[in-house]
């Protein structure tokens, strides 16, 4: 509204600057009569310009947070010991192996016989009542001593025949005697050597 009587207020003084050079009384222009004339209106004040906002004053700026520490770092545990390597087990000799047996020989066995006696050294009869029994003795030819073999009649009755058996290979020596129930021996007879294998 302050502007629009503003343009009113100009344009009246506007026409009234025309009258005037135009060599007309501005009292009577437009028809104007004495009685119109009025007193003018005193011009409306010129609204003051509003005044400028003050800048409002700028926020100072937050301080920014002092950087927290950074953490010391955690000292780094000392690594264990390795332990010591065990000592390597000192190798077990090995065992020595076990002899072998040596083989058992052979076994051999002899197979004597003989007559039955009828005559005593002196020349007597010998009855078969009156034997009483028989010994073997033989060994190897390379041992010094005998092995012995009684033959009892009364358990080997008319015997004329005995076998050595589990003998091992080799040269033999064998002799046989007869003896009678009065325990009278006779000679050996002569050694019989054989090869046995």
Known sequence: ????????????????????????????????????????????????????PEPQPQPEPEPQPEPEPQPEPEPQPEPEPQPEPEPEPEPQPEPEPEPQPEPEPQKVTAHLSWDIPEFR???????????????????????????????????????????VSELVPGEYEFMIAVYDIDGLYSDFSDPVITNLE
């Open 121 to 163: 050294e002196n020349g007597e009869e010998l009855f078969l009542s009156d034997i009483g029994g028989y010994e073997i003795v033989y060994r190897l030819t390379s041992d010094s001593s005998y092995t012995i073999i009684d033959l009892p009649e009364d358990e080997y009755p008319n015997l004329d025949a005995h076998t």
């Open 1 to 52: 509204m302050q502007g629009l009587s503003y343009l009113r207020y100009f344009i009246a003084i506007l026409l009234v600057s025309v009258l005037s050079a135009c060599g007309g009384d501005p009292e009577f222009a437009e028809g104007n009569s004495p009685e119109q004339n009025q007193p003018e209106p005193q011009p409306e004040p010129e609204p003051q310009p509003e005044p400028e």
